[in-house]
């Protein structure tokens, strides 16, 4: 990793479809810190995004610049500096963790022997060395996700995108490839549905929304307005509230909540949720 250059720097980065839809609506950031974490609903852009800054698609217009280089400019020096983990990856199941992992990095100029032993020494830092034998249908769902942490560790690339790498996996299969993840030593940008995910492993986070940064910042950063609060929901009108289907939502002080318990209202710590949920909501200071 190169500390010295800012990992993804964007500038009126645009992309709009043929159908006049705008998956992205001239964003400008910068990233910081070690893990850069897209959060935004569905259709919100986050693929789009990162498929554009790993040179996969082609913006409308605006630049963008990974590690000070250039996305339209320099492909194939970003194509080697890179690792991306699109999210509907998934192993061929009648080869092993090894073969797969191996085969990834001859893809990317490695000796046999270089991808043999690379690829033993990433799958036994994310504890598969006992698995590496088996055939990837033979694995958990979470073992299979980790077989693409584990290139991502190996290609000890300056840049790694993943693409919600835990979308349907069980609670524990995510609990361990969140650890896997924190193994890899390099850059990373992540884009994740789950906000657990996001607050337990980011540096940074965005929240993309119609294709536009509506919020940004570390956790801490995002929560700040929520300090001293919690979060209501009621399936009667409250006030201060707004209504997500069934459910009425407000936030409210954390030492007002008793009159709250007794009209039979649910109260629940504030978490990153609580970005998406309270932007129709006024929060009082």
Not at 126 to 142: T, W
Not at 168 to 195: C, K, N, Q
Not at 204 to 218: K, Q
């Amino acid at each position: 990793m190169n500390g010295d250059l800012l990992m993804i720097h964007c500038e009126n980065l645009t992309k709009k479809y043929s159908d006049g839809f705008v998956a992205l609506n001239s964003i400008s950031f910068d990233t910081s810190g070690r893990i850069n974490t897209l959060i935004g609903r569905n259709g919100a852009g986050k693929t789009t995004l990162t498929r554009i800054l790993s040179t996969q698609l082609m913006p409308t217009s605006g630049t963008a610049t990974i590690n000070g280089m250039d996305i339209t400019k320099n492909v194939s020096e970003i194509r080697r500096s890179i690792v991306s983990i699109p999210q509907e990856a998934s192993p061929l199941g009648i080869l092993t963790a090894q073969e797969q992992v191996g085969m990834f990095l001859i893809g990317r100029g490695h000796s046999f022997r270089s991808a043999k032993e690379e690829a033993r020494i990433a799958l036994e830092t994310l504890g598969l060395g006992d698995f590496r034998n088996l055939p990837a249908d033979k694995l958990s769902g979470g073992m299979k996700r980790k077989i693409f942490v584990a290139m991502a560790i190996a290609s000890r690339a300056d840049t790694v995108f993943l693409d919600e790498p835990t979308t349907g996996l069980d609670p524990i299969s995510r609990i361990e490839v969140w650890s896997a993840i924190r193994e890899i030593d390099s850059e990373i940008f992540l884009t994740t549905h789950y906000m657990e995910e996001a607050q337990d492993l980011s540096d940074h986070v965005f929240l993309l929304e119609h294709g536009n940064i509506a919020a940004r910042g570390s956790v801490n950063d995002l929560l700040k307005p929520f300090s001293g609060k919690v979060r209501v929901e009621s399936r009667s009108e409250i006030p201060d509230s707004v209504k997500i289907g069934t459910m009425w939502i407000s936030y409210v002080s954390s030492g007002d909540t008793a009159e709250y318990l007794e009209k039979g209202c649910t109260i629940k710590p504030i978490s990153l949720d609580d970005v998406f949920i309270s932007r129709g909501v006024e929060i009082e200071p």
